[in-house]
């Protein structure tokens, strides 16, 4: 006879879908009516060619399948109805991520891109439960996003923070972020610096030597901010103005294109990113995507 082990809820996984305004749904049914189960995808499928020499095969070439995951959705209670709420908010959202969170003991959240492309509709059996399959299409790895800020009061000189590594400042100048990233590829960044800040620059330290300067030959003024972004095909430098319309920064005049202007975190290294200005960086935030080919 089989014996069955018994979860705890806090050792069960869940799922949540997220929007681009933050919006999500739990798919978890102990708190709502909306249950993901029988998944299938989560973790990676290698595509190898070989070449054959004789009798050896020799391997060519190999990149990660882009990965599909397949589930069961349970609607409970008024079925119908949070079945068209849950459609209408697949259909009505630009950006989708799923959410991973393997417990929910530790909260530990790995996003991926993804296009929603099927979901099924069955009847209501007996207990009232519509079950519908659905399809995801994933368009990146997994990762976590992972937030720094830098906030100082001039009016105090008070520092406040809400670090997760260990950080070291140098002066109001320069801002220092250690960081080892353990994820399975290179991670991008996000970087926001508010003004007054004059000619910043990103310095990316690798075991203690400097490996990569970006600067941005630019003011930004008081209440502007300089967005930075090293995502695959989101690559951006921008100025944002006061009332939140932002201008691009890529062309000669604020940055060198015979430089390598996109800073990503190597894996398994000491590394170190530095914010620095001709002046005070008194405000900004920088945000890793370490990035997981499985998790």
Not at 109 to 115: F, G, L, N
Not at 139 to 167: A, C, G, H, M
Request: with cysteine.
């Amino acid at each position: 006879m089989i014996e069955h082990k018994e979860y705890r809820y806090e050792d069960i996984r869940n799922f949540y879908f997220e929007n681009e305004k933050g919006q999500r749904i739990d798919c978890q049914k102990v708190n709502g009516n909306l249950f993901l189960y029988n998944v299938d995808g989560l973790g990676f499928e290698k595509e190898v060619e070989y070449i054959r020499v004789g009798n050896t095969y020799v391997k060519n070439d190999e990149y990660i399948k882009q990965n599909i995951i397949n589930g069961e959705l349970e609607f409970y209670e008024m079925t119908y109805d949070e079945y068209k709420n849950f459609v209408d908010f697949i259909l009505k959202s630009e950006k989708l991520k799923i959410i991973y969170v393997p417990k929910l003991s530790n909260r530990t959240e790995y996003y991926r891109d993804i296009d929603f492309v099927k979901i099924g509709k069955s009847e209501e059996d007996e207990y009232n439960i519509l079950v519908s399959p659905i399809q995801i299409n994933c368009t990146s790895l997994w990762y976590k996003q992972n937030t720094v800020n830098y906030t100082i009061e001039p009016l105090t000189d008070e520092i406040r923070w809400d670090f997760r590594w260990d950080s070291s400042f140098t002066d109001y100048n320069s801002r220092s972020l250690q960081y080892i990233n353990d994820g399975h590829v290179e991670a991008p960044i996000e970087v926001e610096v508010s003004g007054h800040v004059v000619n910043p620059r990103l310095e990316l330290y690798i075991e203690g030597q400097l490996y990569q300067t970006v600067t941005f030959n630019v003011e930004i003024n008081a209440y502007e901010k300089l967005l930075y972004g090293t995502k695959e095909n989101e690559f951006y430098i921008l100025k944002q103005h006061t009332d939140g319309t932002t201008e691009s920064l890529f062309s000669l005049d604020v940055i060198d294109f015979e430089n390598d202007n996109v800073i990503r975190i190597p894996t398994n290294k000491s590394c170190e990113l530095k914010i620095e200005a001709d002046n005070e960086v008194l405000n900004a935030q920088i945000t890793i995507y370490p990035q997981y080919i499985a998790v």
